[in-house]
């Protein structure tokens, strides 16, 4: 498994484009949408339209790397850490983090779950 990392200029997004391996040990089983086909075509065609659909609209300058998942290599999406919380622990900072987050089809934000 690897884990890449989400950076202001840069955001992550994973799929698999041939079935649906998906980091399960980690997130448990996968949502229907990340099974659909028009998810995991989509996603690599068009990664900023699917994000948006998703609600999460990202600046032009922000780079869009996808992540095409294989029976022997699962991807897992490090978010970044949102502004205004300096002051947060580790165990309060975990709490923020959502499944769709650690796919990379929403960002992590200090109001905590967003869908
Ligand atoms: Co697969």
Known sequence: MVVIENTPSCHNVVVCTL???YPWPVLGLPPV???SA???SRAV???RGVLREFGLELDEDVE???WDSTSE???LV???RPAGTEGMSE???AELVTRDAMIGTAKVSLSGASR
């Open 19 to 21: 079935c649906s391996c």
């Open 64 to 66: 869009i790397r996808v």
């Open 91 to 93: 165990d309060e900072l």
């Open 45 to 47: 065609i068009d990664p």
């Open 38 to 40: 028009p998810y995991r």
């Open 33 to 35: 949408w990340y099974k």
């Open 78 to 80: 490090l978010p970044e």
């Open 73 to 75: 290599m699962r991807y």
